[in-house]
């Protein structure tokens, strides 16, 4: 167990919903980085947050935001999704923002129909 | 520029044996090269990671040889288990500020025969 938690685990929803994927980074980690998994693009950054700030920026759509709370919890809202939106999206997080270990949650997984 | 390229996409050994698998990467900026173990059902974990000034490191029965001039790196498991069977990614990035963007490489599934 990474401490890294993530809810849902899976949702299904249809195309041109809105779906909210929520982080509980690990006690004391400062940081939280949300990446998306699929067959086909593999693992792909998303975009990091550091003490509710953002940090840095990946291929994140545009229908695609999130943010880190005071509290330091994450959220992912997926808005107008596709079907290509399908895949596993990962929380993941650290003590700080740099070159150090990164804890991946679980996942959750979002098929869209 | 931002690649990882990884091979072999999957690999089988025999118990006892050594898995080798590979990574290159294009860009020199990067400074971190860690390598992920990811279970069915689970998210990554690091297993072992290496930074460019060192040629190579090993935890146990894990070892990263690092080549930086001809930007290949990999990963030895050595005296394989079945218990290894996994999908290990390799990964790269480049520490700008206080940001972290791992690239990661397409996976290799490693199936551990007993």
């Known amino acids: 167990d990474s401490g890294v938690t993530q809810t849902p685990k899976h949702l299904i929803t249809a195309t041109g919903q809105r779906v909210t994927l929520r982080c509980s980074p690990r006690?004391?980690?400062?940081?939280v980085y949300w990446y998306q998994q699929s067959l086909d693009q593999g693992l792909q950054f998303l975009i990091q947050?550091?003490?509710?700030?953002?940090?840095a920026k990946g291929n994140i759509l545009e229908r695609f935001s999130a943010q880190q709370f005071p509290d330091l919890h994450s959220e992912l809202n997926l808005s107008s999704l596709e079907l290509g939106d399908s895949a596993l999206y990962f929380c993941?997080?650290?003590?700080?923002?740099?070159?150090?270990?990164?804890?991946f949650g679980e996942g959750s997984w979002l098929t869209v129909v | 520029q931002q690649q990882v390229k990884q091979s072999p996409q999957s690999l089988i050994v025999q118990k006892g044996g050594i898995s080798i698998i590979n990574c290159a990467y294009e860009?020199?900026?990067?400074?971190?090269f860690p390598w992920y173990q990811q279970f069915p059902g689970k998210g990554p974990a690091l297993l072992i990671a290496?930074?460019?000034?060192?040629s190579e490191k090993k935890e146990g029965r894990f070892t990263i040889s690092f080549n930086k001039s001809a930007k290949q790196f990999s990963l030895h498991i050595m005296d394989s288990q079945p218990g290894d069977s996994a999908t290990y990614f390799c990964?790269?990035?480049?520490?700008?500020?206080?940001?972290?963007?791992?690239?990661f490489g397409q996976g290799t599934r490693l199936t551990i025969n007993p």
């Open positions: 993941a997080s650290s003590v700080w923002g740099g070159r150090n270990t990164i804890y």
């Open positions: 006690s004391g980690d400062l940081s």
């Open positions: 947050y550091y003490n509710g700030e953002e940090r």
């Open positions: 860009n020199t900026a990067f400074d971190y």
């Open positions: 290496i930074r460019p000034d060192v």
């Open positions: 990964a790269a990035s480049k520490s700008i500020q206080g940001a972290q963007k791992l690239v």
